[in-house]
């Protein structure tokens, strides 16, 4: 388990481009200007950007830095192996206890280039703000984008916590390769989102509040008129902090299955987390929302009998003591929480099968739930196929799904040993 810490300040001009980032060999600086108040692109004060109030001090190790801080109104944090004496963690003055799943612009964004050479360029921590792309740019035309999405827990004692990143890496890796673009290495994927977290710390919720949304983006960005990959890529992180995904929270929520849409199909690219995935989706899950259900459950596009998953999250049918979800085959998107629950579910004893799982087996199920990133574990409180109804449950999480819950975010948030070893620390 690594640690990163954060150390000292400097003047900077608040608007500026910041720190080029150095791998860890090197280390890296990170200027973070901490303002009272922030504009929006839109020139609109930012509702969730008020006055900070809220400190937590830790007592850590001291280091020396000769920076004068009472002639700047900056703080500087450091990526390195030292830490500061007395730190004064100062977060956002937001409404931790009503936080949803909506988007709340922080301080920093993370951009890094890559040429026609198919290297990227050391990249920057940005002021977090709109982007400039030619009208032409091949996300913009041809749909070549790819996003992921991750997130970082603050700890009781004020350290935070990244749960696998690593495994978001290879999975871009894995969507540029079938999108036909290059995409950053393991490290500098990594490398990158440590500095976006620390750089926008402040925005992390506190121990059981909720957590920092990350999300990566790679795209097409330079200019192409016929059908070819871009000449140019941006790879792009921003944070935002976020609560439950659903408007139900953690209670039961309620799915469609839909039998004439599909998300995806063999030899597309349902596998990989590209951009128009979820644009395709929209129509359905619109129309799902407007009936009072919480999302739609996709089948096969072959068969139209076997399950593939929910709009953004995998699925789960528990029938005693075997769990089993959809096999991934080129349709299903690999998701690192359904890869993570597998595990957990293993570890606790139960059998886990990954096959064809048919909706005839999901409405005789003694309990589904839903898995995901933004999710994490959701339980399934009904399903409605063809007009008819199923309930699961009494109103709450199952005995399965609330046991893998428990053990995955404790996990997540540092609050059992991480045996897995699958988080890590930064400080």
Known sequence: MERSSSAVMAGLQPNSLICPFASSRNGCTLFLPIPNSF?????????????????????????????????????????????LSNETIQLADIDWDNLGFGFCPTDYMYVMKCGRDGNFSKGELQRFGNIELSPSSGVLNYGQGLFEGLKAYRKQDGNILLFRPEENAMR??????RMCMPSPSVEQFVEAVKAT???????????????????????????????????????????????????????????????????????GTGGVKTIGNYAAVLKAQSAAKAKGYSDVLYLDCVHKRYLEEVSSC??????????????????????????????????????????????????????????????????????????????YGEGGFGAVSQQLYSVLTQLQMGLIADKMNWTLELS
């Open 314 to 391: 995998n699925i789960f049918v528990v029938k005693g003591n075997v769990i089993s979800t959809p096999v991934i085959k080129g349709t299903i998107l690999p998701g690192i929480t359904r890869k993570s629950i597998i595990d957990v579910a293993q570890s606790q004893g139960f059998q886990v099968e990954e096959r064809l799982v048919t909706v005839e087996e999901l409405l005789d199920a003694d309990e589904v739930f839903c898995t995901g990133t933004a999710v994490v574990v959701s339980p399934v409180g009904s399903i409605t196929y063809l007009g008819k109804r199923v309930s």
């Open 197 to 267: 977290v620390l750089a926008n710390k402040r925005w992390i919720p506190p121990s059981g509040k909720g957590s920092l949304y990350i999300r990566p983006l790679l795209m097409g960005s330079g200019a192409v008129l016929g059908l070819a990959p871009a000449p140019e890529y941006t790879f792009l992180i921003y944070v935002s902090p976020v609560g439950n995904y659903f408007k139900e929270g953690i209670a039961p929520i309620n799915l469609v299955v839909e039998h004439e849409l599909h998300r995806a199909t063999p030899g």
């Open 39 to 83: 504009s929006s692109a839109a020139g609109q004060s930012r509702h969730c950007l008020p006055p900070l109030s809220l400190k937590l001090q830790k007592q850590t190790a001291f280091t020396p830095y000769h920076v004068n801080q009472t002639d700047s109104p900056f703080k500087l944090f450091s990526v390195s192996s030292h830490t």
């Open 172 to 177: 871009m890796q894995v969507g540029a390769e």
